[in-house]
């Protein structure tokens, strides 16, 4: 991002359009927060996900805690 910044800079001082270089300094300073706002809604959006997966995970893990818990209990009161 800074380097294609950088390049723009370059090039637009070579040709020597003021208005031109802000437009387009602009343009890249837009495009770069909307490159940044996108991966922050992706970040956010994969955090999410990742919280729903681990509690799937908890809660699977502690319905088979649990069936297990009931089938060692009937077995004891089975064998009792």
Request: charged content about 10%; overall charge positive; aromatic content about 0%.
């Amino acid at each position: 991002m800074m380097m294609i910044m950088v390049m723009m800079m370059m090039m637009m001082r070579r040709r020597r359009r003021r208005t031109m270089m802000m437009l387009l300094m602009m343009m890249m300073m837009m495009m770069i927060m909307m490159m940044m706002m996108m991966m922050m809604m992706m970040m956010m959006m994969m955090m999410m996900m990742m919280m729903m997966m681990m509690m799937m995970l908890v809660v699977v893990v502690v319905l088979l805690l649990l069936l297990m818990m009931m089938i060692s209990s009937s077995r004891n009161r089975n064998t009792s």
